[in-house]
């Protein structure tokens, strides 16, 4: 708002005439009041040539403040009308950058809970791998449990843990650490433990009953005896007939063949030897093969004990094997040595058959699959 320059114009004010004076004075008084009337005129003719000088130069000067208090109104009805514009721009601008960041905010908020949804899922994939890796590594272990008791070897079991382990090891998961421990705990126990080698103990009496038809009896001793006898005096007899066709006529030296040839048999006829075991000996030559299936049985029923873990039965059937094969066979033969050496290292690698538990590594396992 512009204030306007007000002006004040004084004007003289002319005096008050003076009193009369006395008639004594009236001619110098007259000459007096004609020249005061020229000055007053005078001074009136200044007052108003000067009070319209004033008033020309006020009317010009108020012209120039109204010509700029128009040029100033214009300029701020202009100023006020971009004003009105920015500030319509301004708020047009404010409505798009609040519509905008509602937008953004409803976007933040959708990222935001996408996010979420993500990372639980994330952890819902990160569980369930971890379950299923958990799950994975127990039917593995029971696995291996059954095919030691199987087999009667660690070898399944240890494996199956060197494998465990190393798939906590790759899955990188701190929350299975305790398994791993547990895992590492079972394996040094399993390392101190003693298992008897079923799988070597079946190659072995396998072995052994294959070797039963070839194990001689004792009461084949005396023909074996006697075959031998033969067979080197038939080997001599060659030897001794060429010496003596040297020095005697070809008559003689046939007779005296055949002489040794007659009294070799009859020397077989009767033979005079220490029997220890009469019931062997007397066992009829039909007999022998079903002495030799009865022991070859017994190794089978010693078989199926320790496919069985029944070592206790094991260790009988390789006893009465044992036994026949005193009784019955003849000890001085290599093949009865041999066997009954074998029986007796069978029934001295028999050891406990218990397989070592997994309770640590199966609580731990359980533990971690419940999210603990």
Do not use: C
């Not at 009308?81 to 404010?94: F, H, L, P």
């Not at 933040?108 to 799950?135: F, H, I, K, Y």
């Not at 084949?220 to 033969?230: E, Y």
């Not at 260790?315 to 019955?328: E, G, H, N, P, V």
């Amino acid at each position: 708002m512009s204030l306007e320059p007000q002006h004040t114009i004084h004007e003289d004010i002319p005096a008050a005439p003076p009193p009369p004076r006395p008639a004594s004075a009236a001619p110098a008084a007259h000459g007096g009041g004609a020249g005061g009337s020229r000055l007053l005129l005078t001074a009136v003719g200044i007052v108003a040539v000067a009070g319209l000088v004033s008033s020309v130069m006020l009317w010009q000067k108020l012209s120039n403040i109204q010509e700029q208090l128009a040029r100033q109104t214009a300029d701020s009805g202009t100023q006020a009308i971009e004003a009105r514009t920015m500030a319509r721009q301004a708020a047009d601008i404010a409505r798009d950058a609040a519509a905008r960041l509602s937008v953004t905010e409803a976007r933040v908020g959708e990222v935001a809970l996408q996010r979420t949804q993500l990372e639980e899922l994330m952890q819902s994939l990160s569980r369930s791998r971890d379950e299923n890796l958990v799950v994975d590594i127990e039917s593995g272990l029971r696995l291996a449990l059954q095919q030691s008791q199987l087999t009667g070897s660690l070898e399944p079991v240890m494996a199956a843990l060197k494998s465990a382990d190393q798939r906590i090891e790759r899955a990188a998961q701190p929350r299975l650490a305790p398994v791993q421990r547990a895992i590492a705990h079972d394996l040094e126990e399993m390392g101190k433990s003693a298992v008897t080698d079923t799988s070597g103990l079946l190659g072995r009496v396998d072995d052994l009953t294959r070797q039963v038809d070839e194990i001689p009896l004792l009461n084949a001793v005396v023909s074996a005896s006697a075959m031998r006898h033969r067979n080197a005096s038939a080997r001599a007899a060659p030897d001794q007939a060429d010496a003596a066709d040297a020095d005697q006529p070809r008559w003689k030296a046939i007779l005296g063949r055949a002489w040794e040839a007659i009294a070799g048999e009859a020397r077989g006829l009767v033979r005079v030897s220490r029997i220890d075991q009469p019931d062997a000996v007397l066992i009829a030559p039909q007999q022998a093969y079903f002495l030799r299936e009865n022991l070859k049985l017994s190794l089978m029923n010693a078989r199926l004990g320790i496919l069985s873990r029944r070592l206790d039965s094991a260790r009988m059937d390789l006893a009465t094997a044992k036994s026949a094969l005193t009784k019955y066979f003849d000890p001085e033969s290599r093949y009865t040595q041999r066997a009954i050496e074998t029986i007796s290292q069978l029934q001295t690698n028999m050891q406990s058959m218990a397989l070592p538990r997994l309770d640590e590594t199966f609580a731990a396992l359980s533990t971690a699959a419940a999210g603990r």
